[in-house]
């Protein structure tokens, strides 16, 4: 699932209407209407897989000119609630989240379940060490491996979905020199341990960039995030701060350093005293 926003709010009409016909031709798609603070009126869409979001994506540019902003991919998760009072106040005792920022209090959850997928790979079993790396460190669980000829191996995984839909494939065709294929399929439902990571600029909670991960994955998916927005958002006229948090934990941190202008850039030569009138000018001004 991935959430897509109309570059422009009032372009909302239109791209409803560009992806009802876009859907006409690929019924593979599925639409609901989905709503954002900060982002506005959207849709969620549901693809077979990446190549066919970006294929998609890309008809929606070229044939309808539509600018849009697309977030990163969620899948469902199951969670059971503890508590008669809650199970009847949220409807069940089995919900499935898809949206980060509906994931209940921490407090009221017994369980947490993670859609799991089995995967196959097809690689020359000289690519087997670095293969066999990248799908430990996406927590896959190998189940089986045997030769199908002589140079070529067949390897049964299973993996959390959420470890595969972005870009896995990529880092896989990258390790084994694109020699390397891979197919998967549902294997349904798996105990494991979530958290909700939030992203927070000077305290205050991004709902866009809000996860949900996997407890052993927090921590330095966190600081990534962090090193990115860092790396990614112009300088303002204050500091900005940007943390990574789970619930009151911040697990990340970098900081923004405020935009100064050099007033003494244009000095050259002379004593200070010129240096510190221009520094005592620009303080009077900020006052």
Known sequence: MREIFPGDQSETLALKSSLQKLVLTDPAVEIRPEASAALGNGFRLGFLGLLHMEVFNQRLEQEFDAQTVITAPSVPYKIKIKG???????????????????????????????????????????????????????????????????????????????????????????????????????????????????????????????????????????????????????????????QAAIGKKIVGREDLKALKKDVTAKLYGGDRTRRDKLLARQKEGKE
Not at 100 to 106: E, F, Y
Not at 138 to 167: A, T
């Open 84 to 242: 008669a009072k809650n199970i009847k106040q949220l409807g069940g005792e089995v919900l499935i989240i898809n949206n980060p920022m509906k994931l209940p209090d921490i407090n009221i959850i017994e369980e947490y379940h993670e859609p799991m997928v089995s995967g196959t790979i097809i690689t020359p079993d000289s690519y087997l060490s670095p293969i066999t790396a990248l799908c430990m460190e996406r927590r896959g669980q190998q189940v089986n491996s045997h030769y199908i000829n002589q140079g070529n191996l067949l390897m049964c995984w299973k993996f959390p979905l959420s470890e595969v839909i972005v870009d896995f494939c990529d880092q896989l065709k990258s390790v084994s020199s694109g020699f390397a294929s891979f197919d998967y399929e549902d294997a349904g439902y798996q105990l494991t341990e979530l958290v909700r990571l939030d992203i927070l600029l000077n305290e205050n909670i991004i709902e866009e960039l809000s996860q949900i991960v996997h407890l052993s994955r927090a921590r330095s998916l966190g600081g990534h995030m962090c090193l990115r927005l860092k790396e990614t958002l112009p300088p303002a006229q204050f500091a900005i701060k940007i």
